[in-house]
Structure formats: C-alpha cells, structure tokens
C-alpha cells in the first residue's frame, strides 16, 4: 500500500491540528518505551518486548500525524504517512523495517507466534534507532 492508496481508501482521514495530543503520544511512548527495556529479553517475554517497541514507534507516528491534522485507521498507513512526510529522515531501508516489525508484532499478537530472542534483541535494538530519530521531529 502506498500513500496515495490510503487517502483514496479513506483510511487517512483529515482532522484538526493537535499539538496537546501529539506530546501526549509522545510522554506515552517514552513511558512505553522506558517500561519495554526495564524487561529482561527471554524466550518467555521476548514477544512481548517486541510488541512495545513497536506500539512505542506507532505512538510517536501518530502523534506526528496528528500535528499535521491527519488520523490513520491503518497501521501501514500510519507508516506510508512517515514516507510521504519525512522521506528527507527516514530512507526506505528504515520504513521497511517498522513494516517488518509491524508484521512481527500481529503475527505474535493475533497469531500467538512468539518471536525468537535473536530476533527480538535485532528488532529492539533497531527499534531505538527509529525512535530516536522520530523524537527528534517532535522539536
């Protein structure tokens, strides 16, 4: 799915500006992202870990998307959003990977597939980077 798609499919909708609401998603996704690495990585818990790494980085997208007026109903979308606003920060390797990270967070989360520890320490590790970066369009 591209941009373009998910104006036309109506899974981006216009909305008004928020700035309260943006710094909200973002205290929110440092608290996630801060409860996420006070866990230790195990097999039991691996997923888990994973899935707020990713709901951290949604959270600090949609947040951004609200500073722009526009609301997602579509996680994919909400990534598109990243491409098609902030392409000068993000190339397409990184936007590949909250794609990635996306697919693995619903295969756990809606499948029950637990995510291998390996995978989950590359994932989290990188997960930090994007964060990071995303942050810093918050200022």
Known sequence: M???ECLE??????????E????????????RLAHAKQSKMSKKDASI????????LLQLIEGL???????????????CFLGEFYDECF?????DFIQRLRKARNKSR??????D??????????SKHVFEKLKKLFV
């Open 2 to 4: 591209n941009w373009i």
């Open 9 to 18: 499919s109506g899974k981006v909708k216009k909305r008004t500006k928020d």
């Open 20 to 31: 309260e609401k943006a710094a909200s998603l973002l205290e929110m996704a440092e608290n």
């Open 49 to 56: 870990i994973v899935e707020e790494h990713y709901e951290a």
């Open 65 to 79: 998307m609200s500073r722009e007026g526009l609301k997602s109903d579509d996680h994919e979308c909400a990534i």
């Open 91 to 95: 190339d397409a390797e990184e936007l």
């Open 110 to 115: 809606y499948e029950g597939q637990n995510i």
């Open 117 to 126: 520890v390996a995978v989950a320490e590359e994932y989290t590790s990188r």
